[in-house]
């Protein structure tokens, strides 16, 4: 059987591939906001075509974490870092999705002008770039400490996606023409909140990777495991 080298040189290209795909999900997300602030159809499209490649991204991630497990049996340290790359892959792919569905409402916003600037999405969209260039730093240094940051985050967008919600309701009742355009947006307000639960996930495994603790688990700090993490 391979040794813990060889297994440390596999978890690091593994690594690679996940920054690799982080950064075409980062695009993509650029993107689909650019397409929905603009109402720029082509820019829509070119999102759609793209999560193809995001796509093409979590399948050869899962095979790579498919084959590291039955070369090397990993235990302990290196198959928490392991599981990790296959929930890290996973959320990676959806945001991917959530980037798709929030450029495809693009389509149906040029008949509502203004109605954009009456709600929380520009700050959202703002927040949510920044919370997923974070994680990407916090994912390529391992970076516990940022990661948590990025979960605190997560709060604000919940708090802006019910303001905007709230906004929008109250712009359909009060401008009935505008309803299908509002409907539009909110669906564009859950798909960024949805994306930043995603975020706020990743974030949440580079903690476990680090510290092998489960937030979701917890509702007090825990102590340190003796073993030290592995590299990914």
Do not use: W
């Not at 603009?38 to 095979?63: T, Y």
């Not at 870092?81 to 929030?102: P, Q, S």
């Amino acid at each position: 059987m391979p040794g813990p080298r060889r297994l440390n040189d596999e978890l690091r290209s593994l690594h690679r591939l996940l920054l690799a795909m982080s950064d075409v999900v980062d695009a993509q997300l650029a993107d689909a906001l650019n397409a929905l602030v603009d109402h720029d159809g082509e820019l829509a499209e070119a999102v759609a075509e793209r999560d193809r490649e995001v796509d093409a991204f979590e399948l050869e991630i899962d095979r790579q974490c498919e084959r590291l497990l039955a070369l090397h049996a990993p235990v302990a340290a290196y198959l928490r870092a392991l599981i990790m790359a296959v929930k890290i892959n996973t959320d990676l792919e959806r945001i991917g999705d959530h980037c798709r569905n929030l450029a495809r409402h693009t389509h149906h916003l040029p008949d509502a002008p203004g109605l954009m600037t009456s709600t929380t999405i520009p700050h959202m969209a703002d927040l949510s770039r920044t919370m997923l260039r974070h994680v990407q730093e916090a994912l390529a240094a391992q970076d516990r400490l940022l990661a948590r940051k990025v979960i605190a985050s997560d709060m604000q967008i919940n708090r802006l996606h019910s303001d905007n919600l709230d906004a929008l309701v109250a712009h359909a009742q009060e401008c009935p023409e505008h309803a299908e355009a509002s409907m539009h947006l909110m669906a564009a307000s859950k798909a960024l909140e949805r994306i930043a639960d995603h975020i706020k996930n990743i974030a949440g495994n580079i903690v476990f990777l680090v510290e092998g603790v489960d937030l979701r688990r917890l509702t007090r700090p825990s102590t340190r495991p003796d073993a030290p993490p592995a590299e990914l």
